[in-house]
């Protein structure tokens, strides 16, 4: 899956960033061409890590991906980077071909390249990526459905209840996910699940509650 090609279009069909890099979509996989005029973007796979399935490939991956950011002037480089981390970060979407569940920012460094005389900002970001996955023996395919979301705003109470669909009943580390307050709860540590309804080990207080999950 080329989500090199995802990122090429999501950041070159941003006319801001495009502007920035001198009017031209100068964003290259890997390195970028010998003699290519400052600014400009080039990205590179770090790692993918797959999910484990018990009969087939993986239905998930997470790819770990670094963008380098060079350009002569420091401050119109942080422009650029800012630009592109508005346009990633938190990015879900089917696009080129690829389906991302989410992309998130990891870290950034920053350093001098010597041999230009040029100022460099690497940023990496996690894209989960939803794959279509082969079923043991090769009979046929399993087209993965996406995440369905419920939100509970200001809730007080020992359980909540999803009436949008019904909840997983397997694998709930990679088909549910619940958000108490932004925060990533554990199931079974922080929370039980019966049915549509969970239960969380401490009552809710007036919390903003997210339940993501693929019915």
Known sequence: MNIGAAI???LGDDTTLV?????????F??????????????????????????DGVSTLDVVRMQLDFYHTRFDDNY??????????????????????????YLSENETWEDDDDIYRISVDYSFRIQRTGTIAGGSGTILLQGWTTQKFTNTTGTTITVTTDNLPSSNFDLNLEVYRDGILLIESVNFTVSGNVITPTIPFVNENILVKFKP
């Open 8 to 10: 090429f279009k999501i």
């Open 19 to 27: 502007t920035d890099l001198g009017g031209t979509k100068k964003i």
């Open 29 to 54: 996989p890997v390195r970028a061409p010998q003699r290519s005029a400052f600014p400009y973007i080039v990205y590179n796979k770090v790692s993918t890590v797959a999910n484990d399935t018990k």
């Open 79 to 104: 422009t650029l980077e800012e630009r592109v981390r508005t346009l990633l970060d938190k990015y879900r979407g089917t696009i080129a071909g690829v389906n991302i569940d989410s992309i998130s």
